[in-house]
């Protein structure tokens, strides 16, 4: 199974809402990672866990706030978003964050709509 | 600072070969790899180099020069399916991935 998977794929929400984005993997991957990613634009990473533990915080505002329950589960905790957050928001992991050579794998994303 | 360079968009016909350039300065260097990644969906691993030379697969291929910071894809024999962004990424001293802006390539019939 070399499968991320991402709930859900389409998402809106007001400025007042919150809401979690989900992701999983069942590949034993110690690395998962989120990133942002606008139109026409590389993907911009955000968070990184390393064994179930935040090594990466790319200076995302608190309105984002990233969990990791276990080593298959990541989720991305959203409230009093911005119009400007909305975008397509990857989920990956790897085999491990120390490693050069492993390759990231994505799940499919969640499009996110701030109205 | 850490900079990657790709062209923006390309244009080729289908069933003929391309080559999409990635030129990189980043804060050391773990290797390089290229993404495709079609509109509306997630990056799919296409390959990674470290070492200097040439790594065949199928019809992509990707070569690499340490000394000149260079690399490029090589597509052959293009298809229809081929038409997506191809983005150059390396990992850098910290084992952070540096990304590009991507190339969009459009494969005319």
């Known amino acids: 199974d070399t499968e991320v998977t991402q709930t859900p794929k389409h998402l809106v929400m007001g400025m007042t809402n919150k809401k979690s984005l989900k992701c999983e993997q069942h590949m034993g991957h110690r690395a998962m990672y989120w990133y942002k990613q606008k139109a026409k634009k590389p993907p911009e990473l955000m968070f990184v866990y390393s064994y179930e533990k935040l090594s990466i915080n790319e200076s995302v505002p608190s309105r984002f706030s990233p969990e990791c329950p276990n080593s298959s589960l990541l989720n991305l905790h959203l409230h009093a978003l911005q119009p400007e957050d909305s975008a397509l928001y990857l989920c990956?992991?790897?085999?491990?964050?120390?490693?050069?050579?492993?390759?990231?794998?994505f799940g499919p994303g969640t499009r996110l709509t701030v109205t | 600072g850490q900079n990657i360079d790709q062209p923006t968009e390309m244009t080729a016909t289908e069933g003929a070969i391309v080559q999409i350039n990635c030129t990189y300065q980043t804060s050391g260097f773990n290797g390089l790899f290229w993404y495709q990644q079609h509109a509306g969906e997630a990056p799919t691993f296409l390959s990674y180099?470290?070492l200097d030379g040439l790594e065949e697969k199928g019809r992509f291929s990707s070569f690499l020069s340490r000394s000149k910071g260079y690399s490029y894809l090589l597509l052959k024999e293009l298809q229809m399916k081929d038409s997506a962004s191809y983005l150059c990424a390396v990992t850098d001293s910290n084992y952070q991935l540096i990304w590009g802006a991507g190339t969009k390539l459009i494969i005319k019939p």
């Open positions: 990956a992991s790897s085999q491990a964050e120390e490693t050069a050579s492993y390759e990231q794998y």
């Open positions: 180099n470290v």
